[in-house]
C-alpha cells in the first residue's frame, strides 16, 4: 500500500448527487427544521432560539437529500414555499448546510423545485424575500428584483422569478436529482 504524501490533503466525502423534492418522511420534515435552525438562528443569529412562524402551518417544505447509490443519506438544503393568495406563490427560509455550500447545484436545484412545482399547482407569479447578499445568484436564474426592503433587521431584495424558465413540475414528491458540481 502507498503512503499519501504529508502535503496531500484528503477533501471529506460529499455525495454524488442529490435528490430535491417535496418532504415526505418524518425525518425529512425533522432534519429540515433542524438544519433551518442551524442557519438561521445558531450561524446568522436572525432569531432566536427558533425560526417558526404561522407561515409554517401551511407551507410545503422542500428538501435536498444526499444520496449515495439508492439510500437516502442527510437533509443538506431546504425551501419552504406557500399560496399566500390564488395564483400567488412565495418560497422562503432557503438554507443550505455549512459543508454542502461549495456544491453550486444545491441551491439552484432547490429553487428549480419550488418554483416548478408551485406553476403545476396554478402559479401566475412566484416571489421571495431574499437576502442581499444572494441576489445576485438568483438574477443568474431568472429572477427581477422588485424592490429592495429590510427584513429581519437585514437588507433583503424582493425578487421575482420568470415562470417562463421554470416548467411545472407535476411530481415533486419524486422530486429532481441534482449532481455535485464543486466549487473551487
Known sequence: MTALPETASARPFTAPWFTVKFAD?????????????????????????????AIDAQAIP?????TLAVAAGDVVGTVRIHEPEPGHWMGSRLAVAADHRRIGAL??????VAVSSAHARGCRRFTAHVQ???AAMFATLHWRTLEE????GRPH???QADLAHYPPLYDAVAGI????RMAA
Not at 149 to 152: A, E, T
Open 177 to 180: 436529482t441534482a449532481l455535485a
Open 132 to 134: 442581499s447578499q444572494n
Open 107 to 112: 441551491g439552484a436545484a432547490l429553487i428549480q
Open 62 to 66: 422542500i428538501v435536498a437529500v444526499s
Open 25 to 53: 418522511r418524518p425525518w425529512e420534515f425533522r432534519d429540515a427544521a433542524a438544519l433551518r435552525r442551524r442557519v438561521f438562528c445558531d450561524e446568522q443569529g436572525i432569531f432566536a432560539g427558533d425560526d417558526r412562524d
Open 157 to 159: 431584495h424582493l425578487m
Open 149 to 152: 426592503v429590510d427584513l429581519h
